[in-house]
């Protein structure tokens, strides 16, 4: 079992950043696979970026290439989601989930434990 809570959602305005960061609870973090998804009202849940157990690749969904970095700190037993340059349609709930084993690592049910999410809001 893994738990994983969320932190460092905010309201910022369009152009502003901030921080995301997933503490997991457990022996085995640096077994899994990480990512981050988020949802806003209405919509699916989206893929937003996700990082390999050693933290040597890293995967983003186009929308925020260039905007966002994920990172981890397996000492320490936490990823993050740093993001920069923020507009208004990146507001959503923000995810944080773990994997034994992913194949296309950006589909939500190859995740086997998740966070309970924190809000971003980005104002114009």
């Known amino acids: 079992q893994v738990q994983l809570v969320e932190s460092g959602g905010g309201l910022v305005q369009a152009g502003g950043s901030l921080r995301l960061s997933c503490a997991a609870s457990?022996?085995?973090?640096?077994?899994?696979?990480m990512g981050w998804f988020r949802q806003a009202p209405g919509k699916e849940r989206e893929f937003v970026a996700a990082i390999t157990r050693r933290g040597i690749s890293t995967y983003y969904v186009d929308s925020v290439k260039g905007r966002f970095t994920i990172s981890r700190d397996n000492a320490k037993n936490t990823v993050y989601l740093q993001m920069n340059s923020l507009k208004p349609e990146d507001t959503a709930v923000y995810y944080c989930?773990?994997?034994?084993?992913?194949?296309?690592?950006?589909?939500?049910?190859?995740?086997?434990?998740w966070g309970q999410g924190t809000q971003v809001t980005v104002s114009s």
């Open positions: 457990g022996r085995t973090f640096s077994s899994y696979f």
């Open positions: 989930a773990a994997a034994r084993t992913v194949y296309s690592r950006n589909h939500p049910d190859e995740y086997d434990y």
